[in-house]
Structures are given as C-alpha cells and as structure tokens.
C-alpha cells in the first residue's frame, strides 16, 4: 500500500537534505521522482529545492491554486514516488489530495515542512498532514543547550525575538533560530 508521509520538524534540521537524499536513491535505481515545492513569492511553474549544505534539484512549484492531484496524475506514468518541501504551506485541501494520490493513484507521497510558526501555532498544511498521514517522522534538530529543538523564533536585524505578524515572511532580513520549548518560552517572554 501506498503511504502520505509527513516528516516535520523545526527549521535549519536538514529537512530538504533528507528529500533530496530519498529521491535520488529512487533515481539511482532507475524509478522517477516528482519533486514539488511551494512558490511563494515566485510565480508557480519552476522551483528549486536547495539544501544548506550545497545540493539542489530543480522542482515543479505549487501555490494556493494548485490541485495536486491533477498535477501529479498527469505525470504519474514515470513517477514511482512524490516530494513535497514547504509541506507547511499546503492547504488542507491539498493535502486531501495528496492522500488521494496515495490511496487511488498507488504512489507514496514524502512530505517535508515545519510543524510549528514562530508563534508557536501549527501551519494549515502540518495540522492536515498531523491528522491524515500514514507515517509520521520527526527530523530532529538541537537547541544551543543540546535538547532536541521543537520550537521556532524568528529574531529581526537586531537580534531580537518577533513574536507577532504574518506567518509567512518572504524576503525579510529576519532570520530565524530552532530552539527548545523552555529557551523559545525565554526567548518570546512566554
Ligand atoms: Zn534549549
């Protein structure tokens, strides 16, 4: 049977690293890949999924619009699995697509993203995917003090810890820091 996995985690745990690494042991044994990210702030068509220590593979975008089934049905003939970065960003709807592609169209489907903002909420794409994936992985990461990190601040040009505004900053100069729950309560004053 075919699965929806969700492998979520805080951020800079090298989430994009392991997808990268799992679609090319597909390719190496000769079975296709789709590999999916979200836009954002470019228009949808191609992307890129790129990781920290230096590799990268071009990849179709989705935005809001995007009805993932459709996109993944049209290319499932050489498609022995499908990868999704910024899983965070699907809308619940999405990921009800998603776990269509799994159960009708018989391909398993990776899910990579966040499971918390900076506020410490969950994103819409990781609260579907918490409750509709077969498979759940935790991608851990360490906070400056060694425990494993689960919580996210975003800190601005000057060091300091947001704690308010939009979920998703494109463009910014802020920077973003992975830390346990008790530095993040430090941390946003919480
Ligand atoms: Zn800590």
Known sequence: MAKLYFHYSTMNAGKSTLLLQASYNYRERGMGTLLLTAALDRRAGQGRIASRIGIGEDALTFDEATDMFALIQDRAADCACVFVDEAQFLSSAQVWQLARVADDLRIPVMCYGLRVDFR????????????????????????????????VIRRDEQGRAITQGAQVQVGGNETYVSLCRRHWREATGN
């Open 120 to 151: 410490g909420e969950l994103f819409p794409g990781s609260a579907a995917l918490l409750a509709l994936a077969d498979d759940l992985r935790e991608v851990r990461t360490i906070c400056h003090c060694g425990k494993k990190a689960t919580m």
